[in-house]
């Protein structure tokens, strides 16, 4: 039985993108393999399964709206169910694991039950790696995330696979330890996120007619890396032009980093622009919003992978976003608008292309519903024959 571990996930409703893989990747591993979700109990240091509670919020309701804060909020466990825990731990009812599933960005604190955890396998272990953009962009990061990134990416060489979430970040992964001297380095590969958000199957509102003025949405966490900035100073250029459209914003408050964006949101409120931000949003609101939206900007200057953008090309809506890194590897196969930098400059000029031109606009619309995507069940399936490969590996070292 394979053990994943959901230490965070389960403590919240929440719904960022390494939540989204993790609820992803542990429901469709369910349908295709042995496997047992399992958390750190930081209050008893020990590691045991999910309650009741824990085990809702693994679970993605798409018509409930994820929390507003990003991470995990533990509650002291009451004195009765506390002695029922013990019943319920790995120790009491595991001899061993067949391997280890790592799909968080996990804390010190859940490392160190890791080190523990790692005497319960009888099998590889295997992270997935999603990005280095703390390292990269510290000033655009939360303080905490890019003072603990350097040691998290030591801990990740206790693991015998990585599963990077694309070609871009798996070389940064790689290009860290070596810059670091370091020899002896866990398998990396790359295998691409999948995406399952089903759009309803009437034709697609290309031109976002239900509204008075074309609506232009973007999906994401309010913070630096996200660059609302550039997005809403671009649209300030053209709504200053004349130009009548909506847009709206989605997506959860970082409070460390999202302090310019919401205050250039709330000056263009101030001139009667016609913005919104709406926070986060439970997928079927999500759903509506891309149906209803012209098309998307994903304006990023760092991802690991960019599911938005996917996301919004399933819906059949063009994304203007970079060519640049992991964002590339997605929008440089047909629907988005490519720019080589997000900055105020070029994404207006992407955005009032497709507000001006329909042929440009249905050409993209057509190139986005012509596209094929991977299912969470195919990011399941490849994760679990990564998994499986890395066995000689375990059993040589052993």
């Known amino acids: 039985m394979l053990a994943i571990d959901v230490s965070a996930t389960s403590s919240t409703t929440a719904n960022t993108g390494v939540q989204r893989v993790c609820r992803a990747l542990t429901q469709s591993l369910a349908s295709i393999a042995n496997s047992q979700p399992v ?3 930081p209050d008893h240091d020990y590691w045991r399964f999910p309650n009741a ?10 018509n409930i709206r994820p929390s507003a804060r990003r991470g995990s909020r533990k509650k002291k466990i009451s004195s009765k169910l506390n002695t029922l825990l013990p019943s319920k731990s790995i120790k009491s009812k595991s001899h061993g694991y067949s391997g280890l599933i790592e799909p968080e ?3 010190q604190t859940t490392f160190g039950g890791l080190t523990e955890l790692f005497q319960f396998l009888n099998g590889p272990s295997l992270a997935v790696f999603y990005d280095a953009t703390p390292l990269k962009l510290p000033e655009l990061s939360p303080g905490k995330s890019a003072s603990r990134f350097p040691a998290y990416l030591n801990e990740l060489l206790r693991f015998d696979g990585i599963a990077a979430i694309s070609d871009a970040s798996m070389q940064e992964i790689i290009n860290y330890w070596k810059w670091l001297g370091v020899k002896n380095t866990p398998k990396v590969v790359s295998i691409p ?5 089903a759009h309803r199957p009437e034709e697609p509102n290309a031109r976002g007619s239900i509204q008075t003025a074309p609506m232009v949405l973007c999906v994401g966490s309010i913070e630096g890396r ?10 300030e250029k053209l709504w200053s032009s004349g130009m009548e459209f909506h847009v709206k914003l989605v997506g959860l408050e970082s409070p460390e980093t999202s302090g310019p964006a919401l205050d250039l949101l709330n000056q263009c409120k101030i001139k009667g622009r016609s913005v919104e931000w709406l926070g986060p949003q439970s997928e079927d609101d999500l759903r509506t ?3 209803n939206c012209s098309f998307t ?3 990023s200057i760092a991802e690991g992978f960019g599911l938005p953008v996917l996301e919004s090309l399933k819906h059949g809506k063009p994304c203007v976003c970079s ?3 992991a964002i590339g590897e997605i929008s440089n196969k047909g629907g988005c608008l490519t720019v080589e930098k997000p900055t105020p400059e070029t994404l207006a000029q992407a955005m009032e292309t497709l507000l001006t031109d329909s042929e440009q606009h249905s050409t993209l619309c057509n190139e986005a519903r012509n596209r094929t995507f991977r299912t969470w069940s195919d990011y399941a399936s490849d994760i679990l024959e990564f998994h499986k490969s890395l066995n000689k590996s375990y059993e040589k070292a052993c």
């Open 289 to 291: 919003h891309y149906e």
């Open 323 to 325: 060519s640049q890194g």
């Open 226 to 235: 996200k660059n609302q900035v550039s997005l809403l100073s671009a649209a």
């Open 297 to 299: 900007v994903y304006p």
């Open 39 to 41: 958390c750190f109990d």
């Open 105 to 107: 960005i996990f804390s």
């Open 193 to 197: 996120l999948g995406v399952d958000m």
């Open 53 to 62: 509670h824990e085990q809702s919020c693994l679970i993605q309701n798409t």
